[in-house]
């Protein structure tokens, strides 16, 4: 009986090496592909769907720049972006390596197969608890990723792309979230579209997309564009 334990036990371990392995490296490709992008400047458009705040559409510009330098300038109007580890960009998502991943199946998504890497951050204080990357393994492209945080709820991101797409950059990002969790940053003043008390309206669903129109790719990023 004994024997038998050890070697299904074995078995397992086996099993979850090999497929931390296979995750570890399908990552690795992935991040060489979104490696070959030092920096961006990208232009587009931004629409808040949220149903208790009036946030008009409008233009933005986003700067990018290599490890995780990140920032997107809007126009007008306010930016409902959840904090928390989140981000647009799966450049800064992939931009530390103090993780574990495995492999947790296959789906499909938009007539793509994709292959699902589930990561848990090394450090214990992160607010990330873990992300699942759908991965279109073909193309070694990022479809959507789900992120659940301490703080702030689980998000889901979905990557649509198209003639950046060698590079690894979506043409369009639609970011989702819970309004429940989601905490309005100290100091921000929103003007609520509705009567009803904003506590109770927050148990909303958001939604937050982005279209890029173009991008400026490996030209330079000076670092007070961070600011």
Request: proline share 3%; hydrophobic share 35%.
């Amino acid at each position: 009986m004994k024997k038998s334990i050890i070697i299904i036990a074995a078995c397992v371990l086996y099993q979850l090496t090999a497929s931390a392995q296979d995750a570890n490296a399908l990552i690795k490709r992935v991040k060489a592909k979104l490696d070959k992008v030092n920096d961006y400047v990208a232009e587009g458009s931004m629409k808040t769907d949220v149903v208790f705040i009036k946030a008009p559409a409008g233009k933005i510009k986003v700067y990018y720049k290599r490890p995780d330098k990140f920032k997107i300038k809007r126009d007008r109007g306010i930016s409902i972006l959840p904090k928390g580890g989140i981000s647009f960009n799966n450049s800064s998502l992939l931009s530390t390596s103090n993780f574990t991943a495995i492999l947790a199946g296959e789906s499909i998504i938009d007539g793509t197969k994709v292959k699902l890497v589930k990561m848990l951050p090394g450090d214990e204080n992160s607010d990330v608890v873990l992300t699942t990357l759908f991965i279109d393994e073909a193309n070694l492209l990022i479809r959507k990723t789900n992120t659940t945080t301490r703080e702030n709820g689980t998000f889901e991101m979905e990557m649509k792309y198209g003639k950046y797409a060698e590079f690894g950059l979506p043409d369009k990002v639609i970011f989702a979230f819970n309004t429940k969790n989601y905490k309005i940053p100290k100091g921000v003043t929103m003007e609520f579209d509705t009567d009803e008390p904003a506590k109770t309206m927050k148990n909303k669903k958001g939604k937050v997309e982005i279209n890029y129109s173009s991008y400026t790719i490996n030209k330079g990023v000076a670092n007070s564009e961070f600011n």
